[in-house]
């Protein structure tokens, strides 16, 4: 039996202004994973999962017709992933073959609420890599990276997917998205091996080492919030207020650019004030879109962590899920954890995980 995992992430900065082509994010890979297992089956093959079901499904009505909206339902990722790897796998004449396929999550909690840490992408990635060791098909973290990126895309089509380069390449990364539109163009233009084989335009992966002193902090909200209609919200609202969603990506930039370079200076003091800079930036996307996605548990959060000395904000879309706080080491932790759970917020012990090639 083949049995591998791919890590959840949490958005530490950039937000948003990552969904447009090279415009960078902070991402971290957390240690909770997805976990998917492979074994030969004979006649007939199946997909179990006790969390990813296809038990409701939401859709609307366009031009008289059902339309579909899969792209909250992991289940469609584990699929998407299958139909990606199989074509990697045809080109690389390697027989396919039936098997049954396990998948098995602790990116959701105990009663199956999501924390947002990314399950669709870890989901994604898991599948792809335990597919490829099924078939023996060769994969870096490159291929990987672009195999799960459309395989995500084809689902979701909104994102950035800075949390699959977070589960693919563990550890702290800045993320700069390639142009997705090319993208489509490309994979109708070139064959299924070209595409892999070539540079993605605006791609960018860049491994960040946090300086010794940075302690990562994760609150969970409780409340889950959906990311591709929070980002269909923000797009709406991209064309209309076009100044102020330019001046929103220029900042956001200028920003991200000074907290990279905090961590290439291992200087967490620098870091802390870009995390309080992308807050009150994303608060002011927040004005112009009213996308809500600093709620009021995110504000209670993020001003307790800097009521005891750390910096903080929204991770990810908001409107729900998780806040972050980055804090000195030698601060005291547990007043700000013990603060936090007095105030609905609930402390997540996760750790940063990186991810061996
Ligand atoms: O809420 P999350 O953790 O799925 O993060 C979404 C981050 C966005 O920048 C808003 C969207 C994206 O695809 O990058
Ligand atoms: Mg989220």
């Known amino acids: 039996?083949?049995?591998?995992?791919?890590?959840?992430?949490?958005?530490?900065?950039?937000?948003?202004?990552?969904?447009?082509?090279?415009?960078?994010?902070?991402?971290?890979?957390?240690?909770q994973f997805v976990t998917v297992s492979i074994q030969t089956a004979d006649q007939i093959g199946s997909i179990v999962s006790a969390q990813y079901q296809e038990n409701s499904i939401y859709w609307r009505r366009?031009?008289?017709e059902m339309v579909f909206d899969n792209r909250d339902n992991p289940f469609h990722y584990i699929l998407s992933a299958i139909k990606v790897t199989e074509d990697y796998a045809k080109i690389l004449k390697q027989p396919l073959g039936i098997y049954h396929l396990t998948v098995e999550s602790d990116l959701d909690s105990a009663d199956g609420r999501k924390y947002g840490l990314g399950s669709s992408a870890a989901v994604t990635v898991a599948t792809i890599k335990a597919l490829c060791k099924f078939y023996h098909l060769p994969v870096d973290h490159n291929r990987l990276f672009k195999l799960a990126a459309i395989a995500h895309f084809d689902v979701q089509g909104?994102?950035?997917?800075?949390?699959?380069?977070?589960?693919?390449?563990?550890?702290?990364?800045?993320?700069?998205?390639?142009?997705?539109?090319?993208?489509?163009?490309?994979?109708?233009?070139?064959?299924?091996?070209?595409?892999?084989?070539?540079k993605w335009p605006g791609l960018e992966v860049e491994l960040l080492t946090p300086p010794e002193n940075l302690k990562l902090l994760v609150g969970w909200t409780g409340s889950p919030a959906s990311t591709s209609h929070l980002v269909d919200r923000v797009a709406l609202n991209k064309a209309k207020q076009h100044a102020d969603y330019q001046a929103f990506l220029a900042n956001s930039q200028a920003c991200l650019k000074r907290m990279i370079n905090g961590f290439r200076n291992?200087?967490?003091?620098?870091?802390?004030?870009?995390?309080?800079?992308?807050?009150?930036?994303?608060?002011?996307?927040?004005?112009f879109t009213h996308v809500h996605i600093e709620t009021p548990l995110l504000k209670t959060l993020c001003d307790l962590a800097e009521k005891h000395g750390g910096a903080a904000k929204t991770s990810g879309a908001g409107g729900g899920d998780c806040g972050i706080a980055l804090i000195d080491k030698t601060k005291d932790i547990d007043a700000l954890i013990d603060d936090w759970q007095n105030h609905q917020i609930t402390p997540l012990a996760f750790n940063v995980h990186t991810v061996e090639e």
């Open 62 to 64: 366009e031009d008289g």
């Open 158 to 198: 909104n994102g950035s997917l800075g949390d699959i380069a977070a589960s693919v390449y563990g550890g702290w990364i800045a993320y700069r998205s390639f142009d997705r539109d090319w993208l489509k163009l490309a994979r109708k233009t070139y064959s299924f091996a070209d595409l892999l084989d070539q």
């Open 266 to 287: 291992q200087d967490l003091t620098a870091i802390q004030q870009e995390l309080t800079t992308n807050r009150q930036i994303l608060n002011e996307l927040d004005s």
């Open 1 to 31: 039996m083949i049995s591998v995992k791919a890590p959840g992430k949490l958005y530490i900065a950039g937000e948003y202004a990552v969904v447009e082509t090279g415009f960078p994010a902070i991402i971290v890979a957390l240690d």
